[in-house]
């Protein structure tokens, strides 16, 4: 499915500002965040197409997808080369992926709040305080309703 990732991410007019593949993850950077939830729904249609046994994929894989917002350190990574962001925001973003229902969008209270406060709010339904995998503590979890 990369390559479907790729080429959207290319095509797209909410396409992130850095983008990166962590082991079976994506890692991806908006600095809009009505354009984090609307690249989201794009990636999910776009992973939802594909006839994956002809990939050599099992039927029906389901990206599961978190999105958080939170101060972070942009800077340019020594071990890659290439710029990046890092701190904590990062690793709960993460986490909140791990946490997230499979062919959902998950968003976390920071980034719900933050996007009513720019008003464009979307149709979060509010899912209660979710434990975060790796001891990574608890937050207010948000579904983009469909």
């Given at each position: 499915?990369?390559?479907?990732?790729?080429?959207?991410?290319?095509?797209?007019p909410?396409?992130?500002?850095?983008?990166?593949?962590?082991?079976d993850?994506?890692?991806m950077?908006?600095?809009?965040?009505?354009?984090?939830?609307?690249?989201?729904?794009?990636?999910?249609?776009?992973?939802?197409?594909?006839?994956?046994?002809?990939?050599?994929?099992?039927?029906?894989?389901?990206?599961?997808?978190?999105?958080?917002?939170?101060?972070?350190?942009?800077?340019?990574?020594?071990?890659?080369?290439?710029?990046?962001?890092?701190?904590?925001?990062?690793?709960?973003?993460?986490?909140?992926?791990?946490?997230?229902?499979?062919?959902?969008?998950?968003?976390?209270?920071?980034?719900?709040?933050?996007?009513?406060?720019?008003?464009?709010?979307?149709?979060?339904?509010?899912?209660?305080?979710?434990?975060?995998?790796?001891?990574?503590?608890?937050?207010?979890?948000?579904?983009?309703?469909?």
């Amino acid at each position: 499915y990369l390559p479907a990732v790729a080429e959207l991410a290319e095509r797209s007019p909410h396409a992130p500002v850095v983008r990166n593949t962590w082991g079976d993850g994506l890692y991806m950077v908006f600095h809009q965040l009505d354009h984090a939830a609307r690249f989201a729904t794009e990636l999910l249609d776009a992973v939802d197409t594909p006839a994956w046994d002809a990939l050599g994929l099992p039927q029906g894989v389901r990206l599961r997808v978190g999105l958080h917002a939170g101060p972070t350190h942009g800077l340019t990574d020594p071990v890659t080369g290439q710029f990046t962001y890092m701190g904590r925001h990062v690793s709960i973003a993460a986490r909140l992926e791990q946490a997230a229902e499979a062919q959902r969008i998950a968003g976390s209270g920071h980034l719900v709040a933050l996007t009513a406060a720019e008003g464009a709010a979307g149709a979060w339904e509010y899912r209660g305080r979710t434990p975060l995998p790796k001891d990574a503590g608890t937050l207010p979890l948000f579904v983009l309703g469909q």
